[in-house]
């Protein structure tokens, strides 16, 4: 982030695990304090389209796996998909 944005933004701008961590029981939720930010529909987007967002919906399709919602198949197409996208952007850094 460059320093123009840095100023405009929060420090935690964008900061999977600050804007959207895992809870004790293994889901993700938004904390309290981010529910006032003025920025947190910009910040979770933001956070979400990093290589860690691609985990978080690699989470969530294991998840969909083990409730029954989607098969084998399915989860094997569409995590292969996701890990081809985390491995182009920590090559291309983003």
């Known amino acids: ?4 944005l840095k100023n405009k933004y929060p ?8 804007v959207f961590p895992t809870g004790s029981d293994g ?11 003025l ?3 910009e910040c979770l987007r933001s956070a979400m389209e990093g290589s ?7 989470e969530l399709i294991d998840r969909a796996y083990e409730s ?3 098969g084998f ?4 197409s569409k995590k ?3 890990r081809r996208k985390i491995s182009e952007k920590v090559k291309t850094g983003h």
């Open 1 to 4: 982030m460059n320093s123009r």
């Open 11 to 18: 420090s935690c701008f964008g900061i999977l695990d600050s």
């Open 27 to 37: 889901s993700r939720n938004t904390p309290g304090a981010c529910l006032a930010c």
């Open 39 to 41: 920025h947190k529909t």
């Open 52 to 58: 860690g967002g691609l985990k978080v919906r690699e």
């Open 68 to 70: 029954g919602m989607i």
């Open 73 to 76: 198949l399915e989860r094997w």
């Open 80 to 82: 292969k998909d996701l």
